[in-house]
C-alpha cells in the first residue's frame, strides 16, 4: 500500500515536469493531433493502396502541405499587399469621402456641421501611427517567419507519427484507463467525434463565410475583396464578433462613396447568406457529427481561446465534451454496479 502511494506521488510528480517540458509546444501538438485525427481516414485509403505506412502517412503529409500551406502563403503575401495598399493610401481618400458625407448633410439638415477637418487630422495620426508600429516591429516579422517554421515543422513531424503510430498510441492509452473496455471505447469515440465535427463546423463554416464574403464584395464593387474575404474568415471564427465586424463597415464605404444601392444591397446580402450559414450550417455540423450543446460549444470556445489560444477552439469544447460524457460514464457504471 505505501508503495502504491510512492508510485502514485512519482506518477504525478513525473507527469507535472512532463507537461511543463511539453507546455511551449502544446499548441503545436494539440494543432497536430487534430489535423491527424481529420485527415486519418485519408491516411488509412493511402495505407491500404500503398500497403507502406511511412510512405503513406508521408504522401499525405505532401498532400496537406499543397492544400493548405501553399495557398495561405498565397493568400499572407496577397492580404499583406492589398494592407500595405491601403495604410500606405489611407487619409485622402477618406478626407474626400467624409467631405461629401459632411456636405450632404448640410444641405439636409441646413445647418453648419464641421467634423471632416476634425476627421482628417485623426485619420493622418492614426495611419501614422500605424506606420511607426510597422517600421518599429519590422524586424520582429524574421522571429515571427522563424517561428511559423519550426512550429509548422514540428506539427508536420509529430502528424506523420501519429499516422503510423495511431493506433498502437491510441491502444496505450486506453490500457492504463482503469475502467472497463466499453466505457474506455466510448470516450474515446466520444473525442473522435467531437474533434471531427468542431473542426468540420467551424472551417467549413469560415471558409464558406469567406467565398460568400468575397463574392458579395466582388459584385458589389468593393476593394480589396482578397483581404476582406479572409478577415471574414477568420472574424467567423470570433465567438460574438463573427463576419459583421467586416461587412457592416464595407457597406457604410460603400454609401460614403455615393453608392447607397450597392451599400443597402451588400448589407442585405451579407445578412440573408453570409450571417445566416453560422446559425445554420455551424450547428449543424457540430450537432450532427458530435452532438454537442450549442451551450457547451461557446463556454468551451470562450475559455480555451483565453487560456491556450487559437487551439483553444478545438481543445475547450473537447474538455467541457469529454468531463459530461465522463459524468455519464461514471452514472452508467454505478448503476451497473447496482444492479
Known amino acids: 500500500m505505501k508503495d502504491d502511494k510512492v508510485l502514485l506521488i512519482l506518477l504525478g510528480a513525473m507527469a507535472v515536469i512532463s507537461v511543463l517540458l511539453l507546455m511551449p509546444f502544446l499548441s503545436y501538438a494539440l494543432f497536430a493531433i487534430t489535423l491527424a485525427v481529420i485527415s486519418y481516414p485519408l491516411y488509412t485509403r493511402f495505407k491500404s493502396s500503398l500497403k507502406f505506412a511511412p510512405l503513406s502517412a508521408i504522401v499525405l503529409i505532401i498532400l496537406l502541405i499543397l492544400i ?38 448640410n444641405g439636409v439638415l441646413g445647418v453648419q456641421l464641421n467634423f471632416a477637418t476634425p476627421f482628417r487630422i485623426w485619420i493622418l495620426d492614426f495611419s501614422s ?55 474506455k ?39 480589396n475583396v482578397i483581404l476582406l474575404s479572409v478577415l471574414t474568415a477568420a472574424f467567423s471564427l470570433v465567438p460574438f464578433i463573427g463576419p459583421p465586424i467586416v461587412y457592416v463597415p464595407a457597406s457604410i464605404y460603400l454609401m460614403l462613396n455615393g453608392n447607397t444601392l450597392a451599400g443597402v444591397g451588400l448589407f442585405l446580402y451579407s445578412i440573408l447568406l453570409i450571417s445566416n450559414i453560422d446559425n445554420i ?55 451497473k454496479k447496482q444492479n
Do not use: C
Request: net charge positive.
Open 129 to 183: 501611427t500605424i506606420r511607426s508600429y510597422i517600421l518599429a516591429n519590422i524586424f520582429d516579422l524574421t522571429k515571427y517567419i522563424i517561428n511559423f517554421l519550426a512550429g509548422a515543422s514540428l506539427t508536420l513531424f509529430i502528424m506523420f507519427y501519429l499516422f503510423v503510430d495511431g493506433k498502437e498510441i491510441v491502444e496505450s492509452l486506453k490500457s492504463h484507463f482503469p475502467i472497463e473496455d466499453e466505457y
Open 185 to 223: 471505447n466510448r470516450l474515446f469515440s466520444r473525442a473522435y467525434r467531437t474533434i471531427q465535427g468542431l473542426f468540420l463546423g467551424f472551417f467549413l463554416t469560415a471558409l464558406l463565410q469567406g467565398m460568400l464574403g468575397g463574392l458579395g464584395y466582388f459584385l458589389f464593387g468593393v476593394p
Open 68 to 105: 493548405i500551406i501553399i495557398p495561405s502563403i498565397y493568400i499572407t503575401i496577397t492580404v499583406f499587399n492589398q494592407a500595405r495598399d491601403i495604410i500606405t493610401n489611407i487619409g485622402a481618400s477618406q478626407f474626400k469621402d467624409v467631405q461629401q458625407l459632411e456636405a450632404t448633410l
Open 281 to 335: 450550417v455551424r450547428p449543424w455540423v457540430v450537432r450532427f457529427r458530435s452532438k454537442i450543446h450549442p451551450l457547451s460549444v461557446i463556454l468551451g470556445v470562450i475559455g480555451g481561446i483565453s487560456i491556450l489560444g487559437f487551439i483553444g477552439l478545438f481543445v475547450g469544447p473537447l474538455i467541457i465534451t469529454l468531463f459530461l460524457e465522463t459524468l455519464d460514464v461514471y452514472q452508467m457504471a454505478k448503476n
